[in-house]
Structures are given as C-alpha cells and as structure tokens.
C-alpha cells in the first residue's frame, strides 16, 4: 500500500541538508578535512560537578520511575538564577522545565493559537519559531529584519487589521542566526506595545549567557508589566553544555505557564530525575565556565569574522549566540549553491541562510564549535579559492 502521509509533512523535507550531509559523509571518506561549522551543538562537555550529579542520581532505583512533575529543588534553582542573574523575582506557579527550548515552543502555541490565529515570527529566524505555530494551523506572519532596521521589528509600522488577528508573537535577542541583540528600549517598547494590542509575547532567550563586548544578556520578564503577557524560554543548552540533556524552562505569566503544564501532562510524563538533578547541579554552581565559555566563543568570533575580513569578506562581528552570520559574495545569487561550492572547494560546512526564512537567502550562518586554530585554518582555506574574487 501506498502510505498517503499528512499534508504538514511536506513542510519537513530534508532537502538540502541531507544532500550537504552526503556529500559531507563522502568527502570524509575520500579523507578530505572537513571543518563543520554547520550544526549548533555547543563542542564543550558539562561541568564536572554537573555529570557526577547526574551519575550520582543515576545509581539511585527510586530515580527511574515517571518524573510526572519537576522536583521542588529544581524549580527553586530557576527562581534563585532568575532572582540574581537577571533580578527577576518569580513565584513558584511562574515557572515549569519543558524538553529544551526545541519542544517548548513547538508545543506552547497549541495552548494558545486556533487555527486562524495570526503568529508574528522573526525572519529571519531559528526554524522551530514558524515550525511551531504552523503546527496549529495558525497562520505565520513574518516580520522582516534587515540592516536597514537594526534588525527589530517595525512595531509601528504593522498593519492595523492585521494586528488585531495577531495571538502571539515569537522574540528572540541574541537572535539566531543574525547574531543581532536588541537594546533595552526595545523591550521597553515592545512590551507596553504588544499589551496594547492583545499580544501574547513569547521570548526565546537562548543566548542571554553568550554575549560578547561586555553587553548584557537579560531577561524579558524584567519589564514591568511583561508577566501579564509575555513568558520565557530559558534553556541550559547552551549556557551549561547540556544539550544533549533537554532541559530548559518556561517562565512568567502563570496561567500560560498552569495551561501548559495541562497540555504537557497528556504528551508525557516528566524529565528523567537524574537529568533534573543535574540541572539543579549546573543552575546552583558557579558561572566560572559559563563566562569562560563565553570568552572562547568570543575569541572564535573574532578569529572568523576578522580573519574573513582579512581576506575580503565583509562580515559584520556577532554581538551575540555560538553563530556569525554572512552575506554570500556578490557574485553568488544562490546560498544553496555558495554553501555546496565552499564545501566542496574548502571543506568548510556552514548552513545556507535560507532555511531560516525568505530574508536569509543569499546569506549563510557559521556556527563557533571549533577551536581557534581550525576556525584560522578554515579562513586560510577560503583564502586560497576564488570564491571572494
Ligand atoms: C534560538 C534557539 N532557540 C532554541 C534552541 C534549542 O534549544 P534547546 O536545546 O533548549 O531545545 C536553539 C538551538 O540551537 C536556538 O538556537
């Protein structure tokens, strides 16, 4: 028989990065160095005291039976960071651990959006912003981010009509893949802004630890009035190395966060005790390597947007994320294809910008995973083709 699959599917192709990965695979096997700037995996490992709390929990049978809820010390922690980091003062009931940011927003808009339901996304933007929404049939409504505005939304300048549609809006500074933050009087607008029309504010707050230039992560919730309307997505992916753990949380207004815990009970049953215990390990620790980290992706930064400079390659430094963010070289139309050129000539894997909505074609996104010297010998690759003349 043939399998009719559901017409959402279509949205989910591979495409091209499974032909950029084959094409990876097959370089790699005719022993071609690869430098995969590509994915965003953070390349360093947790704290030590993070994995020993992890294995630790690990050893303990009580641990292995349904989590169904968060434990009391981990949401503590959060309302502990939360209260010094960003000196944001939350309840109890203002916060919950979702499965990573990733999870978090593709599912947030089910308790919020009918379809219909206008969500306003940044383009460009990290996927899930678009993917999430559109799985509940709400219609995607793009605001664009160019050079020419800073890289923030025109808040003024959006239609009347079709803002009064609008449920939610997904923000998200450090942004990925731009690289842009935004300035506290942008946030001092938007809230108030959004308040005024009716508009939920959903704030992805990846990145508030991987700044660079001595600016200041922050939190959205620290506006007054934002907890009437906006919550958070604050994730120990890329602040503490713990990725592979999924485990980030959603903060602020309490009865968006009380729905969603409703909705997330009937899709599963809580993280994995250990993994909550590490979590618990990494939010009451020491930032030490939080900063350290930070300072390294800073020095990858300048080694890949100065170095590409160096060689002719106008590239603005990241002000924020793990990324550096690109136009492709005037003589390229096609990201897709620069990306697969690079590769092939250089061996540098990066991601071409248009998987990241309309406004990132003829861009493509770095990512820091790699150390100093392969990022200068990734630069000294580019260097020696033709592809900047
Ligand atoms: C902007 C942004 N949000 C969320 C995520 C995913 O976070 P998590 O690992 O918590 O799902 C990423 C990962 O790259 C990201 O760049």
Same mark, same amino acid.
């Given at each position: 028989?043939?399998?009719?699959? =559901? @017409?959402?599917?279509? $949205? ?19 022993? %071609? ?28 049978? &009580? ?17 502990? %960071? ?6 944001? &003062? ?13 999870? +978090? ?26 993917? +999430? ?20 939304? @025109?808040? &003024?300048?959006? @239609? ?32 108030? /802004? ?18 660079? @230039? ?11 009035? =934002? ?27 309490? &009865? ?21 215990? +590490? ?7 020491? $930032? ?24 002719? /390659? ?9 990324? =550096? /963010? ?34 990132? %074609? ?13 990022? %200068? ?13």
């Amino acid at each position: 028989m043939k399998i009719q699959f =559901a @017409d959402r599917m279509k $949205d989910y192709e591979e495409g091209i990065f499974q032909v950029l990965n084959e094409k990876k695979t097959q370089m790699e096997q005719q022993g %071609r160095k690869i430098y995969n700037l590509s994915v965003g995996t953070p390349d360093f490992p947790p704290e030590q005291h993070v994995m020993d709390a992890v294995v630790q929990a690990a050893q303990k049978p &009580e641990n292995y039976k349904y989590a169904l809820a968060d434990i009391p010390e981990l949401i503590e922690a959060v309302i502990e %960071r939360y209260r010094v980091r960003y000196g944001v &003062e939350l309840a109890k009931d203002e916060v919950m651990s979702v499965y990573g940011s990733q999870e +978090g927003i593709a599912h947030i808009c089910m308790t919020l959006c009918n379809p219909g339901d206008c969500v306003l996304v940044p383009d460009p933007g990290y996927p899930i912003f678009g993917i +999430g929404p559109s799985l509940t049939g709400a219609q995607i409504v793009p605001y664009a981010l160019t050079q020419e505005n800073g890289y923030l939304p @025109d808040l &003024e300048g959006m @239609d009347e009509q079709m803002l009064s549609r609008v449920k939610c809006m997904i923000v998200s500074y450090p942004l990925n893949p731009v690289c842009k933050t935004a300035p506290d009087s942008f946030y001092e607008k938007l809230v108030p /802004w959004a308040a005024k029309h009716h508009i939920i504010l959903i704030h992805d707050n990846a990145y508030s630890d991987i700044i660079y @230039d001595g600016r200041e992560g922050k939190s959205i919730l620290r506006i007054p009035g =934002a907890k009437e309307i906006a919550v958070e997505f604050y994730s120990l992916s890329k602040s503490f190395n713990y990725t592979g753990a999924r485990m980030s949380f959603l903060a602020g207004n309490r &009865e968006i966060v009380a729905n969603f815990k409703r909705f997330r009970s009937q899709i599963d049953y809580g993280t994995f005790l250990p993994v909550q215990y +590490g979590a618990v390990a990494a939010l009451t620790g020491s $930032d030490r390597m939080v900063k350290e980290h930070c300072a390294e992706y800073q020095r990858r930064r300048d080694a890949l947007c100065g170095g590409l400079r160096n060689i002719g /390659w106008q590239i603005e430094d990241s002000e924020g994320t793990m990324f =550096a /963010w690109a136009r492709i070289p005037d003589k390229y139309d096609d990201d897709v294809n620069f990306v697969m050129e690079l590769l092939e000539k250089t061996g540098v894997l990066c991601t071409p910008g248009s998987s990241f909505g309309s406004l990132g %074609r003829s861009h493509v996104r770095f990512a820091l995973t790699l150390p100093v010297e392969k990022i %200068r010998e990734a630069v000294d690759a580019i260097a020696h083709t033709d592809m900047l003349a």
